[in-house]
């Protein structure tokens, strides 16, 4: 078998690897990394599909003088490199070099030239070339020992072209690919070829001629236009083939008899890639030679680990001394009779105390009670003493866990970085420790490791709270709430099943009722929920046009559908089909059957998941029920009072993303409206329409809330136009008179942007941080999510740490007071309550009182308290 030399167009990857993977990747050091991370994928995914023996990846160093002399625009329509993507060619040539790959670079010379010289050479000593370049000028150089290598879609979809595949392609063969480009022209670098001339014209012209010479020397064959261009054009084809040849005998030193790939030194790859933190792209680098990448593991101490009685004299001596602890829980994948269920691991100063399931129970209950302890995930830890769920004993009651001592690893981490997806202990020890867990042989030395970086981790990620500035968010709000959501979560919510049975019965015949008609309109029954058959329905069967392509074919998502819905009536019953059935399988089926032993459903709030700072809810996410819809207050109507005799409270801030910009921008305009106490969106009217308050129309305040609801989430001119149903143009001018109105507002949005730019996050009145890639986007439209996020955290972000902190301090409250109304649900800026109805003024007045006093900005914070006999009445 022929040696197999790879070579890469380097320049080429990386722009189209830059264009093609989205700019929210960097290095530690805040440098971009997309485009490295693409050239790797595609250099693995070639690396997978061809097995090279060898790999070299050229560089451009300039443009070659004779093509800049021959043709003054060559490549002059390019626009000057993205510096996003200037500052990462260093990057991938340090991983290039790690992977003992030669780079080339010749000063005054294109990867081209530079390609095409090593297949020259190659194939006088016998070798394969495979050139791996999206740059089509290439296929001149294809031959039965040298191939093409080119990306299709994206950058892993690759495709190999050699002479018969380029022919098929093109119509010419590659020695004719020359004189192809000199006809046709390549727009891609400003070559202009002969006007009026395409792809097949070009062909068809080399197909009866051979090549450039031969068609000059039968021009007087062609005629009319054809014959006038290419006779008036003679020079400018000729020029554009000698500016499109690639030059194929550069003189530069390179060995290809000795180089071979892979013939690196996995240490030097494990470290160059590290410093990038491309673990993934390290494993599939690392496995080329045989190599897994070595967990270093973070130094923990655990001995001497103790059962038993002296586990529990560790653990009681540690309590008595004051001192922190570590504890986790391990479970095994499979409990049989002859193992534990549960592992307790307890790490001290001393030693690892482990205990198995009741026993390691009754010793986390004492550590809760009388310890500061630490946890990678404590609300689920506090869960194992203080069941979700009233009919499931607890070994800890609700003043212990308010009055506990605890340290939550994830949480830490969410805080200093809330756009990472991972908090686990390996990401936590690797990021703040420099290694990972050790390995463990069995559940009881996975928990005493566990433990053990339990207790280290808080010294590092306190100080990196200390020197993020984000030590406020942390210790003032997300970790004090830790408690009260696991007391929320354990009271639940109570549903009525009957009104649910009910409801469910009629969206049933409702859903029925809808199939029916869309069958009638469509002739012919299909299964709705297929969007294949849905497709074939609409723009084959109805002949509607289609809007929009995905993988699977025609697209017949909501957008489409919505569009359609002018068209013809199907598409919008689909539409309401799929939200009938959505919510009957999501709350109407699905309550019922997720209640606990105590008849209740229980959620669970997530503090890590939103990259807000705002609670999520989940298993059920009660949080998405839809507000404004007729059909979402029939689903809460279902929910109920915890007993008989209560009533439902629900507490909810008026306006606070709006207020909170009234306050951060400081208008005085804005602050003024609020602080009048009149309507706020016909205040607004008044100012951007020019008109007395007393004139304003329903129509027109609603415009103007839709742009006041609209700036604070950064909307710009397109997207109110949309939501509005206006032309673009009215829909700007809108939105310039409410600047013109309130520029405070433009001046404090534009520095917000400005600000984050410069250091990459934003962050809220409290000090939370929002870290935003985007913003160093070279992509406008990612660009823009960034500046729009930017602008709307602050308000967003400031809104969830207010309602964190009134909920904590209305737990405080009701059980100081000695209130018997428990906090049920908190739904965005909602508090919702189960209240005894002797005690509906006092708790209505504490709530009203707590929010609305939780903070004090420059306008007043209002907070409406309604009560009914279920959720949907007290909203």
Excluded at 85 to 91: A, E, T
Excluded at 109 to 118: M, Q, S, V
Aim: glycine share 8%.
């Amino acid at each position: 078998m022929p040696k197999k030399i790879a070579v890469i167009d380097g320049n080429s990857l990386m722009h189209r690897a830059y264009h093609a993977v989205p700019q929210t990747m960097n290095a530690p050091d805040g440098t971009p990394t997309n485009a490295v991370f693409g050239f790797l994928a595609m250099l693995l995914k070639f690396i997978d599909m061809a097995s090279p023996d060898a790999i070299i990846c050229a560089f451009d160093a300039g443009r070659p003088a004779f093509r800049m002399r021959a043709l003054e625009q060559y490549k002059a329509q390019r626009p000057p490199m993205d510096d996003d993507l200037k500052v990462q060619f260093p990057i991938i040539e340090e991983l290039l070099s790690a992977m003992a790959v030669p780079v080339v670079r010749v000063k005054g010379w294109e990867g081209d030239d530079i390609l095409g010289t090593i297949a020259a050479r190659d194939e006088a000593l016998g070798f394969e070339t495979l050139l791996v370049t999206g740059d089509k000028d290439a296929y001149q150089l294809a031959t039965d020992k040298t191939r093409i290598v080119t990306t299709k879609k994206g950058i892993t979809d690759v495709a190999i072209y050699g002479p018969a595949e380029v022919e098929e392609r093109y119509g010419v063969r590659p020695d004719q690919f020359i004189d192809f480009l000199g006809l046709k022209g390549d727009s891609s670098d400003n070559i202009p070829g002969v006007p009026g001339i395409g792809d097949k014209t070009a062909a068809k012209l080399l197909q009866s001629y051979g090549n450039l010479e031969g068609i000059y020397e039968h021009v007087d064959d062609l005629k009319g236009k054809q014959k006038e261009k290419i006779v008036e054009n003679k020079d400018m084809a000729y020029l554009s083939r000698e500016v499109a040849t690639i030059v194929r005998d550069l003189d530069f030193p390179l060995d290809l008899k000795g180089c071979s790939f892979p013939s690196f030194d996995p240490e030097a790859v494990t470290e160059a890639f590290k410093k990038v933190r491309f673990n993934a792209h390290l494993n599939r680098v690392l496995k080329l030679v045989g190599k897994e990448l070595e967990r270093k593991a973070a130094p923990l101490s655990v001995e001497p680990v103790v059962t038993g009685a002296r586990a529990v004299e560790l653990v009681d001596a540690a309590i008595a001394r004051g001192e922190s602890l570590g504890v986790a829980f391990v479970e095994p994948e499979q409990v049989s009779l002859f193992n534990a269920g549960l592992h307790c691991a307890v790490s001290t100063s001393e030693g690892t105390a482990l205990f198995e399931d009741d026993e390691g129970l009754a010793a986390f209950s004492r550590v809760v009670k009388g310890a500061p302890f630490s946890a990678l995930d404590v609300k689920q830890a506090l869960h194992r003493v203080y069941p979700a769920d009233t009919s499931e004993r607890a070994l800890v009651d609700d003043a212990d866990l308010m009055g506990m001592r605890a340290f939550d690893l994830g949480l830490a981490g969410y805080v200093l970085n809330s756009s990472v997806s991972e908090y686990s202990f390996d990401a936590l020890l690797d990021a703040y420790c420099g290694g990972v867990l050790p390995e463990a042989k069995d559940e009881a030395a996975a928990a005493s490791f566990q433990a053990a970086a339990a207790r280290q981790l808080v010294g590092p990620l306190t100080e990196a709270l200390e020197r993020d500035g984000s030590a406020r968010p942390y210790f003032d709000i997300d970790l004090p709430l830790v408690a009260v959501l696991a007391i929320v979560e354990r009271t639940g919510a109570a549903v009525d099943c009957d009104r649910l049975a009910e409801l469910g019965a009629s969206t049933q015949a409702e859903l029925d009722e809808l199939s029916a008609r869309i069958f009638d309109m469509a002739g012919e029954e299909f299964n709705l929920d297929s969007p294949k058959q849905l497709s074939r329905i609409l723009f084959e069967v109805l002949g509607l046009k289609p809007l929009k392509k995905n993988q699977r074919g025609y697209s017949t998502d909501a957008a489409v559908l919505k569009e359609l819905s002018h068209e013809h009536d199907l598409p919008a019953l689909v539409l309401r089909y799929r939200e009938l059935a959505k919510i009957k399988s999501t709350y109407i089926d699905a309550l019922p059957r997720m209640r606990a032993g105590d008849g209740r459903v229980h959620t669970c709030f997530n503090e890590t998941v939103t990259t807000t700072g705002r609670l999520s809810s989940s298993d059920p996410n009660l949080q998405n029920i839809p507000v404004r819809t007729e059909f979402g207050r029939q689903i809460r109507e279902s929910f109920v009072p915890l007993a008989p005799g209560e009533l439902f409270v629900s507490a909810d801030y008026s306006q606070i993303e709006l207020r909170l910009l009234a306050h951060l921008s400081g208008d005085e305009h804005l602050v003024a409206a609020f602080c009048s106490g009149a309507d706020f969106h016909a205040s607004t009217a008044s100012r951007v329409f020019d008109l007395p308050v007393e004139e304003v129309t329903p129509e027109l305040r609603s415009r103007a809330k839709a742009v006041n609801f609209g700036i604070v989430y950064g909307q710009q001119a397109f997207g109110l136009s949309q939501s509005l149903g206006i032309p673009f143009g009215e829909a700007k001018e809108m939105i310039d008179r409410y600047f013109e109105a309130y520029p405070g507002v433009r001046a404090y949005l534009d520095d917000t942007v400005a600000k984050a730019k410069e250091q990459g996050f934003a962050e809220t009145m409290f000090g939370r941080k929002r870290h935003i890639p985007e913003l160093k986007a070279g992509n406008a439209n990612q660009r823009g999510f960034g500046e729009r996020t930017a602008m709307n955290h602050p308000m967003q972000g400031s809104a969830a740490d207010i309602i964190k902190l009134a909920m904590g301090e209305v737990q405080r409250r009701l059980m100081a007071e000695g209130l018997r109304a428990k906090l049920l649900l908190q739904v965005h800026d909602e508090l919702d309550f189960s209240v005894p109805e002797d005690e509906l003024e006092v708790v209505s007045a504490l709530a009203k009182e707590v929010m609305e006093g939780v903070v004090k900005l420059r306008v007043p914070l209002v907070a409406d308290v309604s009560a009914g006999a279920t959720w949907a009445e007290a909203h």
